[in-house]
Each structure stands twice: as structure tokens, then as C-alpha cells.
């Protein structure tokens, strides 16, 4: 691919069974500023996809969409080729959908197996309830093991783990129930090269099981490199580039980026000439 080649157009529908989400024509407005202008976005089922581009570009209020916190004001949604609405958050996890933020919602003082089962407690048999914390330890633990994440013990509280831990707890926690679509808000943000290694292995070791499709916001374009399969780019409320991670490299992918801003920028003129 030549640096001047023009910006790939973005995936079509996948194939009927193909395509874990799909997001068609999918527009939102804030009063008079239009901050998605038509989204065309395909998921591929077991797929990693990178969604980058600069601040305003959009990622935010898509993301904010597929979570259920705003409704889209045009397109279509569509999971495992069936269209949906997602007016609440709790109809969003109710798809399938999960959202990993960077403030990670871990109760720093709770141990690790509490965190895991946060909102989801096992409680004992009975008319007062209790806390079936053996319980919980012990499915913690084989949960963290299933998945590969190392942790010193399922009873260390959360404040106790390095940045990375406590980025993989809260990405086991998102997928520990039926998930199929997970959304990564930054999960390399200010991390060594030793916990983002953890991390990147803990995507693709999902990724790769087929339990969860996997969506990863980032604006460091190296990170998403090592990460992801397939790479989107948002630029002023529209997806301008798709391309297969080993299809491009950095240098390409950075100069196609220009060229795309140089012709929007060619298009806002051209329109108030």
C-alpha cells in the first residue's frame, strides 16, 4: 500500500453469522453540533478491533451508545445479526455488552474475589443471606486460573495490586458473566511494558477462545498495533480508515491519517467558498 493511496472504505456487513456487531449508519447530534455523522462499524466475531483518533473525533459517544448511557438520534444497531435498542445501560449488559473504563470500578480495599463478584454476590442458603465468601474465593480463584491471570492471592485487596492486576481484574470481571461484546476504554493507559504485556495477553487469550469480541480504545497507535487484528479510525464523527493491522504499519497508517485530514480540511473549504 502506497502512502498516497486513498483511505480504505469501512468494512461492510460480515456474512450472517459472521459479525458479532454491527453498527449501521448510526448518528448524534448535541444540539446544533453533530458528533457522529453516519458510523458504519463491523465487529467480526473472536475479532480485537482498535478504535483510535483524536479527542472530539466521536469514540467517546459511541462508546457511550453501545453502554446504554445515549440513545443513537438515526442508524441501526445490530448483535449476532439481529437489530437492537439500547435505552439503558442494563439493556446494553442484557446483549452482551460490557464496558471497562479507565477508572476501573474496583473498591480499593475489598480483596480481589469480591471485586470479581461486585454486584454479582453469592450469598449462603437461608432467611439472613450471608456472604458465601468460601464460595466465592474458590470460583475466583478457578476463574483467574481459566483465564491466566496471576494474581498473589484472590484475597489481596485490590489497592494491594500493581496497575496491570487491577486492569486484569476488572477485564475478568467484565467477561465473567455471559459477555460477548467487550469495550476497553484505554486499557494500556500509563502502563510499563511489563503489565501492558499482561494485558495485551489477556485480550488476545480471549479474543482467541471465541468468548468475547472485543472492541479497544487507544490513542497510542503502537500499543493498538501489538493488540489488535483490524484498526478503525475516527475522524470528525465518521470512520475514514479500516485496514488490516498486518496490512499497514505506523509509518502508513500515520500518513493515510494526514492525507484524510487534508481532505476534509479541502472539503470544509471548497463547501464556504
Same mark, same amino acid.
Given at each position: ?29 448535541? +444540539? ?23 479527542? +472530539? ?23 449476532? +445479526?439481529?437489530? *437492537? ?13 460490557? =464496558?471497562? %473504563? ?10 480481589? %474475589? ?8 453469592? =450469598? ?18 478457578? %476463574? ?10 484472590v484475597d489481596a485487596e485490590a489497592v ?10 476488572? /477485564? ?30 489477556? *485480550?488476545?487469550?480471549?479474543a482467541s477462545s471465541g468468548r468475547v469480541?472485543?472492541? /479497544?480504545?487507544?490513542?497510542?497507535y503502537a500499543h493498538l498495533f501489538e ?9 470528525? +464523527? ?22 484524510? %485530514? ?12
Amino acid at each position: 500500500m502506497s502512502a498516497a493511496a486513498q483511505p480504505v472504505e469501512p468494512a461492510p456487513p460480515a456474512p450472517d453469522g459472521a459479525a458479532a456487531l454491527e453498527v449501521r449508519g448510526v448518528t448524534k447530534s448535541f +444540539g446544533a453540533l453533530s458528533v457522529l455523522k453516519g458510523i458504519d462499524l463491523t465487529l467480526r466475531q473472536g475479532e480485537v478491533l482498535g478504535l483510535v483518533g483524536d479527542n +472530539g473525533a466521536g469514540k467517546s459517544t459511541l462508546v457511550k451508545i453501545l453502554s446504554g448511557f445515549q440513545p443513537p438520534d438515526g442508524g441501526e444497531i445490530l448483535i449476532g +445479526g439481529e437489530r *437492537v435498542t439500547l435505552p439503558t445501560v442494563a439493556a446494553s449488559k442484557a446483549q452482551g455488552i460490557e =464496558t471497562v %473504563y479507565q477508572d476501573l470500578a474496583l473498591i480499593p480495599q475489598l480483596p480481589v %474475589y469480591l471485586n470479581l463478584f461486585l454486584g454479582h454476590e453469592i =450469598t449462603t442458603l437461608g432467611p439472613l443471606r450471608l456472604l458465601n465468601k468460601r464460595e466465592m474465593r474458590k470460583l475466583a480463584r478457578q %476463574y483467574l486460573d481459566d483465564i491466566h491471570v496471576n494474581v498473589p492471592s484472590v484475597d489481596a485487596e485490590a489497592v494491594a495490586l500493581s496497575g496491570g492486576q487491577r486492569q486484569a481484574i476488572a /477485564v475478568a470481571r467484565a467477561v465473567r458473566a455471559a459477555t460477548k461484546i467487550l469495550l476497553l476504554d484505554e486499557p494500556l493507559s500509563a502502563m510499563g511494558a511489563r503489565e501492558s504485556r499482561l494485558i495485551i495477553d489477556l *485480550v488476545k487469550d480471549l479474543a482467541s477462545s471465541g468468548r468475547v469480541s472485543i472492541i /479497544v480504545i487507544d490513542h497510542n497507535y503502537a500499543h493498538l498495533f501489538e493488540l489488535c487484528d483490524r484498526l478503525n479510525v475516527m475522524q470528525g +464523527g465518521r470512520i475514514t480508515i479500516n485496514q488490516q493491522v498486518n496490512e499497514t504499519s505506523l509509518e502508513e497508517l500515520t500518513e493515510l491519517m494526514v492525507s484524510s %485530514y487534508r481532505r476534509q480540511i479541502e472539503e470544509v473549504q471548497n463547501a464556504g467558498a
